[in-house]
């Protein structure tokens, strides 16, 4: 059975940078999507790349100061997050095994989840 687990969250600074990774146990190639949800909001598309990496997508929010990034021989794919902002605290977690690859940033489109990991940004 394919598991993800996310790790690298932690508190961090305005301006500051994190980086997230998302394991994954047992092979799977397929779009890798990470996503957020803060305290009493909706879930959020933040980033996702293709299975092979050489398409990445993310959200108008993060576009320049986010990347996704991956490395298929590790089976992880990275989240680098840098010019943080308090707006960025969220749990974030990772999702894969995605039915429609152009739907990438439509949540209920991913069949595995990660636990998510705590960003948390100080102003």
């Known amino acids: 059975q394919v598991q993800l687990v996310e790790s690298g969250g932690g508190l961090a600074q305005a301006g500051g940078s994190l980086r997230l990774s998302c394991a994954r146990s047992?092979?799977?190639?397929?779009?890798v999507g990470w996503f957020r949800q803060a305290p009493g909001k909706e879930r959020e598309f933040v980033a996702a790349?293709?299975?092979?990496?050489?398409?990445?997508y993310y959200a108008d929010s993060v576009k320049g100061r986010f990347t996704i990034s991956r490395d298929n021989a590790k089976n992880t794919v990275y989240l680098q997050m840098n010019n943080l902002k308090p707006d960025d605290t969220a749990v974030y977690l990772c999702?894969?095994?995605?039915?429609?690859?152009?739907?990438?940033?439509?949540?209920?489109?991913?069949?595995?989840w990660g636990q998510g990991t705590q960003v948390t940004v100080s102003s």
């Open positions: 999702a894969a095994n995605v039915r429609n690859s152009t739907r990438y940033y439509l949540s209920g489109g991913y069949g595995i």
């Open positions: 047992g092979r799977l190639f397929t779009t």
């Open positions: 790349i293709s299975a092979n990496g050489d398409r990445t």
